[in-house]
T-cell receptor, first 111, second 109 residues
Framework: DVKVTQSSRYLVKRTGEKVFLECVQD?????MFWYRQDPGLGLRLIYF???????EKGDIPEGYSVSREKKERFSLILESASTNQTSMYLC??????????FGEGSRLTVL | DAKTTQPTSMDCAEGRAANLPCNHS???????VYWYRQIHSQGPQYIIH???NNETNEMASLIITEDRKSSTLILPHATLRDTAVYYC??????????FGTGTRLQVFP
């Protein structure tokens, strides 16, 4: 089975801290995605990557950056966390046929 | 912007077929139709996808109209565990994947 693993299920950080959210997939997928999900707003795309060292902005990239140094790993970085970045963050990857597989999610609270 | 239109919510009696419609009138020739669902507090789950032919798997059936401008996801015998938000998405493989607001399906006893 495809496995998408997110490093932390729950994080609590302070305003201004740098936050790393790690995502690893074990099926050699080329496409990987980072979303955030907030009540009433659904899933919103932050960034996606279609190859190593390649990245594209999604709908809400402000305040975030990403890193894709290896094919299996896609990291989301909050350079200076703010309270409005409190959210559930979901990582996903797609197979060659486009089937999307999600991780369990990382719930981030910024105080 | 999402390229699909779905009803906001639907109800279905347990044991009956749930038919979830999706309009995608601007779909391009290289775009597939994907269906996902999200059960409360879990990550979205892949259900099925298709290009132009009807598809069936152990979870559901996907009916795509001949002009490809709309599709229907069919859950043949809905159970209470099928209560979820269902997302219809059209995309080509290299496209960013955008979720709309989906259809909230409530299965009742």
């Amino acid at each position: 089975d495809v496995k998408v693993t997110q490093s932390s299920r729950y994080l609590v950080k302070r305003t201004g801290e740098k936050v790393f959210l790690e995502c690893v997939q074990d099926m050699d997928h080329e496409n990987m995605f980072w979303y955030r999900q907030d009540p009433g707003l659904g899933l919103r795309l932050i960034y996606f990557s279609y190859d190593v060292k390649m990245k594209e902005k999604g709908d809400i990239p402000e305040g975030y950056s990403v890193s894709r140094e290896k094919k299996e790993r896609f990291s989301l970085i909050l350079e200076s966390a703010s309270t409005n970045q409190t959210s559930m963050y979901l990582c996903a990857s797609t197979s060659i046929t486009g089937e999307l597989f999600f991780g369990e999610g990382s719930r981030l609270t910024v105080l | 912007d999402a390229k699909t239109t779905q009803p906001t919510s639907m109800d279905c009696a347990e044991g009956r077929a749930a038919n979830l419609p999706c309009n995608h009138s601007t779909i391009s020739g290289n775009e597939y139709v994907y269906w996902y669902r999200q059960i409360h507090s879990q990550g979205p789950q892949y259900i099925i996808h298709g290009l132009k032919n009807n598809e069936t798997n152990e979870m559901a059936s996907l009916i795509i109209t001949e002009d490809r401008k709309s599709s229907t996801l069919i859950l043949p015998h809905a159970t209470l565990r099928d209560t979820a938000v269902y997302y219809c998405i059209v995309r080509a493989y290299t496209d960013k994947l955008i979720f709309g607001t989906g259809t909230r399906l409530q299965v009742f006893p």
